[in-house]
């Protein structure tokens, strides 16, 4: 197993801030589309060839990074499988990192995948995680972030044996996550992000809430024009009832919350 081991009183943050991101997606989605005829075109929501300063990755460098993407290195998944991995932050520095292997079967996977680069490569918040780059070679797309210690909100909640969260860090991790929705919601270039839920919600080493998981946002309203949408979209449970296109699907979300 690999160990990492930083320079003593760097921080996190501090050895992220001394990783260049000199490149560009643009080539890489180019070849990528070109080389399956099930991938279009990016649209402009969540066009990747926006980012242009993110870090690109081997696979191999990842395979590295994981253990070859061990059972061992294995913390989480959802839309893909989450590793803990280990890359070089700079001289005489190890940075761990999680690493997100996504399933991105057809196009909307690749879309989702689009999504969670542009969003995260050019959005930047303390309550945001912090995205380090990026992997596209051949069938295999992937994503690095700074590394999450206490993992996600969900795991402190529901798995058994979790420790009971005291009422001032569930305050402090509530504001937090309304932070970052609110930075959002406030950005030159308003970002709804659809899909705000425990799972979503990781928390570092001082339980500080980051947003994580941008496959399923979307730009918001821009100028005059409005954002409307009759498709309901996000995790089942946790969208509003006036957000439901029928009275019918209503019971379920109350339900849902009643058992919460």
């Known amino acids: 197993m690999w160990h990492c081991h930083g320079s003593e009183g760097d921080s996190d943050t501090e050895r992220i801030s001394n990783l260049s991101y000199p490149w560009s997606l643009k080539p890489l989605i180019t070849r990528k589309s070109e080389a399956s005829s099930a991938l279009h075109a990016p649209s402009k929501e969540g066009d990747v060839m926006h980012s242009q300063h993110l870090k690109s990755f081997t696979l191999d460098e990842l395979e590295n990074a994981t253990g070859n993407f061990c059972p061992e290195s294995l913390i989480g998944g959802g839309f893909g499988f989450v590793y803990k991995g280990c890359i070089n932050g700079g001289p005489r520095i190890d940075l761990a990192v999680d690493v997100k292997k996504l399933k991105t079967e057809g196009f909307q996977g690749h879309k989702e995948w689009q999504r969670e680069v542009d969003y995260l490569g050019r959005l930047h918040h303390p309550n ?18 700074e590394y999450m210690p206490n993992g996600s909100l969900e795991n402190h909640l529901f798995e058994r044996g979790s420790n009971v969260f005291s009422w001032s860090l569930r305050m402090k991790i509530a504001i937090g996550a309304a932070r970052g929705l609110c930075f959002l919601h406030d950005a030159k270039d308003h970002v709804i992000y659809r899909d705000f839920k425990a799972s ?9 809430a980051k947003l994580s998981d941008f496959g399923l946002a979307r730009e918001g309203p821009k100028d005059d024009r409005s954002h409307v949408t009759t498709e309901v979209i996000g995790t089942q449970g946790y969208a509003a009832p006036e957000y439901l296109p029928s009275e019918s699907n209503r019971p379920p979300y109350r339900f849902t919350k009643t058992q919460e």
């Open 200 to 208: 979503n919600i990781l928390l570092d080493s001082g339980f500080n």
């Open 128 to 145: 945001l995680v912090k995205f380090i780059g990026y992997s596209l070679e051949d069938e295999n797309s992937l994503l690095i972030y």
